[in-house]
């Protein structure tokens, strides 16, 4: 089992930068996908980018791809979002997820997918 924790939301003007963070106990994060998901209010959590448990693939949502970058390091047990370019609409509480795997190339984009989550980080642009 492992236990989730966002860091690094905040305030931002658009066309500003982020880097979220998500902390993980256990000495099992490198078993686990990982993913960021957000939801703005009044809508319902969306996929924003999956990692898998080596870091060695990853996907992006559309919407995010080209600005977002999500990375691991499994010495830290800490999974990454780096958000440039940032937009009003990217307003949201981010959450991570996690799925345990055995060396699964394959990641995850579905809300069901993922057995952990965090408690969320809000972000916020401002136009």
């Known amino acids: 089992q492992v236990q989730l924790v966002e860091s690094g939301g905040g305030l931002v003007q658009a066309g500003g930068s982020l880097r979220l963070s998500c902390a993980a106990s256990?000495?099992?994060?490198?078993?686990?996908?990982m993913g960021w998901f957000r939801q703005a209010p009044g809508k319902e959590r969306e996929f924003v980018a999956a990692?898998?448990?080596?870091?060695?693939?990853?996907y992006y949502a559309d919407s995010v791809k080209g600005r977002f970058t999500i990375s691991r390091d499994n010495a830290k047990n800490t999974m990454y979002l780096q958000m440039n370019s940032l937009k009003p609409e990217d307003t949201a509480v981010y959450y991570c997820a996690g799925r345990r795997v055995i060396e699964s190339i394959v990641v995850q984009t579905t809300v069901s997918a993922y057995n952990y989550w965090g408690q969320g980080t809000q972000v916020t642009v401002s136009s």
């Open positions: 990692i898998n448990w080596s870091g060695g693939n990853t």
């Open positions: 256990g000495r099992t994060f490198s078993s686990y996908n």
